[in-house]
T-cell receptor, first 113, second 115 residues
Framework: EAGVTQFPSHSVIEKGQTVTLRCDPI?????LYWYRRVMGKEIKFLLH????????ESGMPNNRFLAERTGGTYSTLKVQPAELEDSGVYFC???????????FGPGTRLTVL | TQLLEQSPQFLSIQEGENLTVYCNSSSVFSSLQWYRQEPGEGPVLLVT?????EVKKLKRLTFQFGDARKDSSLHITAAQPGDTGLYLCAGRPAYSGAGSYQLTFGKGTKLSVIP
């Protein structure tokens, strides 16, 4: 069974540009989570989808971040326009039930110059 | 806001030594999870502790959940070079409803076991 996949693995962009990160959860997992780790800090929750609906987006930093999960399969996280403080590693996780183990993807390392 | 203080942040020990990593909080968690992360990969779950006072063993790794479910520890006996990696603790909130499925992470402990 394929695990959670994320694309791209690395992205280097300039301040003010737009970047879209993609996450493909484990097939059949209704729950999809986005987390972010900024250098020197802990991994922090961004938001949680149940199928295509946003269940909890309390961790989204500001309105420059837009997450979608059309059709309840893969998800995208768009940052527009990117700022220097957006640099970090963005992780996606999924699980089949709320209380089940969250399986993490390898992350996307975003660098904003 | 729930916080998990994880210590130490870095640990370098000789093969065969024992070590303990701590996670502490002023908040109560419904469960506490320990992950291990390798470079270029995402966190991989090692264990989940749910009951206050619970102790779980995974080969040479012993995990304990505090009686009040506010803290946890990971003890490794006779560390080996293969134990090298980043260890993370993460807690699930004790309340139900919105936000109760997000994980709160500690900053991690980077362990190096020298042969």
């Amino acid at each position: 069974e394929a695990g959670v996949t994320q694309f791209p693995s690395h992205s280097v962009i300039e301040k003010g540009q737009t970047v879209t990160l993609r996450c493909d959860p484990i097939s059949g997992h209704d729950n999809l989570y986005w987390y972010r780790r900024v250098m020197g800090k802990e991994i922090k929750f961004l938001l949680h989808f149940v199928k295509e609906s946003k269940q909890d987006e309390s961790g989204m930093p500001n309105n420059r971040f837009l997450a979608e999960r059309t059709g309840g399969t893969y998800s995208t996280l768009k940052v527009q326009p990117a700022e220097l403080e957006d640099s970090g590693v963005y992780f996606c996780a999924s699980n089949g039930g709320y209380d089940n183990e969250q399986f993490f993807g390898p992350g996307t390392r975003l660098t904003v110059l | 806001t729930q916080l998990l203080e994880q210590s130490p942040q870095f640990l370098s020990i000789q093969e065969g030594e024992n070590l303990t990593v701590y996670c502490n909080s002023s908040s109560v968690f419904s469960s506490l999870q320990w992950y291990r992360q390798e470079p270029g990969e995402g966190p991989v779950l090692l264990v989940t502790v749910v009951t206050g006072g619970e102790v779980k063993k995974l080969k040479r790794l012993t995990f304990q959940f505090g009686d009040a479910r506010k803290d946890s520890s990971l003890h490794i006996t006779a560390a080996q070079p293969g134990d090298t990696g980043l260890y993370l603790c993460a807690g699930r909130p004790a309340y139900s409803g919105a936000g109760s499925y997000q994980l709160t992470f500690g900053k991690g402990t980077k362990l190096s076991v020298i042969p």
